[in-house]
Nanobody, 116 residues
Framework: QVQLQESGPGLVKPSQTLSLTCTVS??????????WSWIRQPPGKGLEWMGA???????YYSPSLKSHTSISRNTSKNQFSLQLSSVTPEDTAVYYC????????WGQGTQVTVSS
């Protein structure tokens, strides 16, 4: 059973870079055809797909966020990470990591607040 766990600071100041890591257990991030995504949900709004990194390291980004989003991975630690630069209070959200592989596996989510 694949499990995902987000980690990172809960508070980020405006204009700084938000960095989150997703640690995966019960499966390898290099398993073929597995796609590892970041998704967020701002307060009172719907889910927003931010981007993904594939089993082969290819990355995909939402066009609206591409200019300040980066997703990377550390295969030795079986982790993948999100960096969102130049954050504003509008980036306040619950951030989730997710596996897409025929079905969906979600992390529990982590609250990130952007505030000075």
């Amino acid at each position: 059973q694949v499990q995902l766990q987000e980690s990172g600071p809960g508070l980020v100041k405006p204009s700084q870079t938000l960095s989150l890591t997703c640690t995966v257990s019960g499966g390898s991030i290099t398993t073929k055809y597995y796609y590892w995504s970041w998704i967020r949900q701002p307060p009172g709004k719907g889910l927003e797909w931010m981007g993904a990194i594939a089993y082969d390291g290819s990355t995909y980004y939402s066009p609206s966020l591409k200019s300040h989003t980066s997703i990377s991975r550390n295969t030795s630690k079986n982790q993948f990470s999100l960096q969102l630069s130049s954050v504003t209070p509008e980036d306040t959200a619950v951030y989730y990591c997710m596996l897409v592989a025929g079905s969906y596996w979600w992390g529990q989510g982590t609250q990130v607040t952007v505030s000075s």
